[in-house]
């Protein structure tokens, strides 16, 4: 019998002389990157990964591991390509369902966690049980992306035929981007200098003497599978302690970081902060769902603790933004088609704000009813006029989204919405009072578009008929 390392050596001598014979036929499509990834296998696989699987199953694995490699360079490499990125390969061996796959990722804003890809399997597959130890993962040095692989165990006398595996592939790669996209919701309130400066000023209104409370504005602003951040406003007359000295006596595992620290003045000197804190998600301890409310009341405690007594500036407004979407929720849920993949998301994105508070009941619903419908859709492009002034535009193409937000901008009773889900953005009108909506589907119905080849055209069009509102 060999030992386990002589196995290793003949199995990797043999990877070694198939690479060797591909680069001989293919040398411009091979190169190094397929040896590369042997030792990416190696380095991210423990002794018994090799010697418990088939030459067989190595050489398709290293072999699909450098298609989904080449696909998303080709991706990430894409002029203006902002969209997420997610390549699969699904392929069976023996009794066992491999997973393959290869993920987009912001490196200065995302971490990755496995969890969520294995809940999102377990749902299509849900009595298939992962291998231990089958399970690998590398992060690439040169481009912006992750590969991850694992096994599961089909059950006795299951066996996947080639189309099964086909359809698995499709249904995983979509309820991952859907699942990533939830997990990465829009910012509530996003961060800008030009938005913070407001703020800070805003809050600068409320401070008329020495002794005033620090006022404080606390914005939600997204999160990743590791932590929550809040981005936090602050203007406070001048302190005998630098705000710096303050922010040392944080807890070590929460983060800081400091967009904005500047001076006011009118009668008296004032402190003008913008900062964010990432509070990880393992602190919490709120089970599974994590209730954005008493995350903000915990950042509420701790800064009452590092600066005293303050004013909340937007306590009020927080909570009644949570309480109204669960009541949409409570009414909605059930009702509407895929209401919980997309409908907290084009809530919180419906600016100005006040939108958001003002919403009735019977306005919401159409307006979740309408995006259901038109999410549905499989057209890469199209709009849709529906009944209560609300206008929605479905498109790949981010950029001609862009510029018709901003003549939005300027309109006065006028709500709106940029949503993305997955690869496709959605640009929602909410025109309650009906001046503009109509103006718009005359001009998008005029140019009868169908593809985003003529999008800029149509986004022309669309700005002379906001122009002209």
């Known amino acids: 019998m060999p030992s386990s390392m002589t196995l290793l050596t003949e199995k990797q001598c043999a990877l070694d002389a198939t690479i060797a014979r591909a680069e001989k036929v293919y040398p411009n499509l091979f190169r190094e990157q397929l040896r590369h990834g042997l030792f990416q296998l190696l380095a991210n696989t423990e002794p018994h990964f090799f010697e418990s699987r088939s030459l067989e199953h190595l050489r398709k694995l290293l072999f699909v591991q450098f298609s989904l490699q080449k696909q998303m360079i080709r991706a990430l490499s894409e002029p203006e390509s902002q969209k997420k990125e997610v390549c699969i390969r699904v392929f069976s061996v023996s009794s066992r369902l491999c997973i393959a796959l290869a993920l987009s990722l912001d490196q200065q804003i ?38 991850y692989y694992v096994e599961l165990q089909q059950p006795e006398k299951h066996v996947l035929s080639r189309s099964r595996l086909k359809e698995l592939q499709t249904d995983l790669q979509k309820k991952i981007l859907d699942k990533i996209h939830c997990c990465s919701s829009p910012v509530f309130w996003p961060y800008n200098y030009e938005e913070s400066y407001r703020q800070l000023l ?44 303050t922010i040392d006596k944080l807890p070590t595992w929460i983060r800081f970081i400091s967009h904005i620290s500047s001076s006011l003045k009118n009668s008296f000197f004032s402190e003008a902060i913008a900062f964010s804190l990432h509070i990880p998600i393992s602190c919490l301890n709120f089970g599974l769902i994590t209730n954005l409310l008493l995350v903000r009341k915990y950042v509420t405690t701790l800064l009452e603790t590092l600066l005293g007594p303050f004013r909340d500036f937007n306590g009020g407004l927080f909570t009644q933004q949570e309480e109204i979407f669960a009541l949409f929720k409570k009414n909605f849920g059930s009702k509407i088609p895929n209401f919980c993949s997309f409908a907290e998301v084009l809530f919180y994105s419906l600016k100005p704000i006040e939108a958001q508070l ?15 419908q038109i999410m549905q859709k499989k057209a890469s ?49 909410l025109d309650p009072c009906g001046l503009h909506a109509a103006e718009l ?24 008929a906001l ?3």
């Not at 995302?110 to 992962?130: A, D, K, S």
């Not at 003002?358 to 009813?369: G, I, N």
């Not at 589907?441 to 002379?464: D, F, G, V, W």
Request: hydrophobic share 40%; proline share 4%.
């Open 381 to 429: 492009f199209c709009f849709q006029h529906y009944p209560k002034e609300i206008l929605i535009i479905k498109t790949r193409n981010l950029l001609f989204i862009d510029p018709i937000i901003q003549k939005i901008k300027n309109l006065k009773n006028i709500a709106y919405a940029s949503v993305q889900l997955s690869d496709m953005h959605y640009l929602v009108f």
């Open 358 to 372: 003002t919403l009735q009941k019977q306005q919401a619903e159409s307006l979740f009813q309408a995006f259901s």
């Open 441 to 464: 589907e005359k001009h998008l119905s005029r140019q009868n578009i169908r593809s985003t080849q003529r999008s800029s055209l149509l986004a022309e069009n669309i700005n002379l």
């Open 467 to 469: 122009s002209r509102a």
């Open 202 to 245: 805003l809050l600068h209104k409320e401070v008329h003497s020495n002794s005033d409370l620090p006022q404080i504005s606390i914005h939600f602003r997204g999160h990743n599978s590791q932590d929550l951040e809040f981005l936090i406003y602050m203007v406070r007359p001048a302190a005998e302690q630098p705000f710096e000295k």
């Open 110 to 147: 995302e971490l990755f966690g496995n969890r969520f890809i294995q809940e999102t399997t377990r749902t299509l597959v849900p009595h298939w049980q992962e291998i231990p130890g089958s399970s690998l993962f590398w992060q690439s040095t040169k481009h912006s992306f992750l590969f």
